[in-house]
């Protein structure tokens, strides 16, 4: 009898089995669809010299790894990669930090916690393309607010997007403006998870805020923190349309990014073998600079 029921606990559990694979396997085809074969047809191409506009009668030629060999002796491009991670890692280390901190005066409120959500998560609901037309007009040399406010005080104005001392300085403020409420939208539900009693011992044994935020708090989201910096780290590799529509890669390609250089020299001029190269350089990159948050999210 007990032979039958166990027999019986195995054939339910394979047919919940079959019926889970059965389930997710049309997700499944999709994701391998929308994924393997678009990185797969990249990186073949990314062996090749396809255009295609030269290439539309003739097929394209195999020439191993010569689009790779004109990337890495590219100074434009290697500026473009110094660029893009220096971007990266302010941009992460500031937007982690603010958000955090945000989390932390929003989950200590004891009245408004709704309306701050809504006020602080504002910038991160606007349209990319919004924000950046909305500052490009407030920091315009001629008519721009910023500018105005600065000769009221007699202080010197400046050309932010043209001045090669200002450019990359204010695109990386305004991605901090924009992406600084994700971070806090995610490191907020993480605090709201936190066992109260956690803060309640500590409290009784004496603890101050700062040994409760670094032994109680950020053990507790160590995960999430890991997770939203891996989040950050790969959007703020990947800008481009702030860049396009603000600085298009200039002043003298200070502010010229991975994204933006392909799209000048592979997309623009459909040479999809050298943008196929580079798209593949910016994902072992991405890859190298994620690889360190991955470990410590499995970890």
């Not at 689009?67 to 890692?89: S, W």
């Not at 932010?160 to 600084?180: K, P, V």
């Not at 409290?203 to 989040?231: E, H, Q, W």
Request: net charge positive; proline share 4%.
């Amino acid at each position: 009898m007990k032979r039958h029921n166990v027999e019986k606990l195995h054939t339910t559990s394979d047919n919940a089995r079959r019926f889970g694979l059965r389930m997710i396997s049309p997700t499944m085809l999709v994701l391998l669809v929308l994924t393997a074969y678009p990185l797969l047809f990249t990186l073949f191409y990314s062996f090749t010299d396809y255009n295609l506009l030269r290439n539309l009668r003739t097929p394209a030629s195999f020439i191993a790894l010569q689009n790779y060999t004109d990337l890495l002796e590219d100074p434009y491009f290697r500026q473009a990669v110094l660029n893009t991670v220096k971007f990266t890692i302010l941009a992460v280390v500031f937007e982690m930090l603010i958000g955090f901190f945000m989390a932390l005066v929003v989950n200590s409120l004891t009245r408004g916690q709704k309306t701050m959500r809504t006020l602080l998560l504002l910038p991160y609901l606007l349209p990319t393309v919004t924000v950046a037309l909305s500052w490009r007009m407030m920091l315009s040399p001629n008519y721009g607010i910023v500018n105005q406010v600065l000769e009221a005080l007699n202080l010197p104005v400046y050309n932010w997007f043209s001045d090669i001392h200002t450019a990359f300085g204010m695109l990386l403020l305004i991605d901090i403006w924009q992406s600084a409420p994700f971070v806090f939208l995610l490191l907020y539900a993480a605090l709201q998870s936190v066992p109260q009693s956690q803060y309640e011992a500590a409290r009784i044994d004496g603890a101050n805020a700062v040994k409760t935020l670094f032994y109680v708090t950020i053990p507790n989201i160590k995960g999430s923190l890991a997770l939203c910096a891996l989040l950050r780290t790969i959007d703020s590799f990947r800008l481009f349309d702030k860049v396009n529509l603000l600085t298009g890669g200039g002043p003298a390609n200070s502010t010229a990014t991975i994204t933006q250089y392909l799209y000048n020299y592979g997309i623009s001029s459909l040479d999809f073998g050298f943008g196929s190269a580079g798209a593949i350089v910016m994902t072992l990159l991405v890859l190298i600079l994620s690889s360190f948050y991955i470990k410590r999210a499995m970890g």
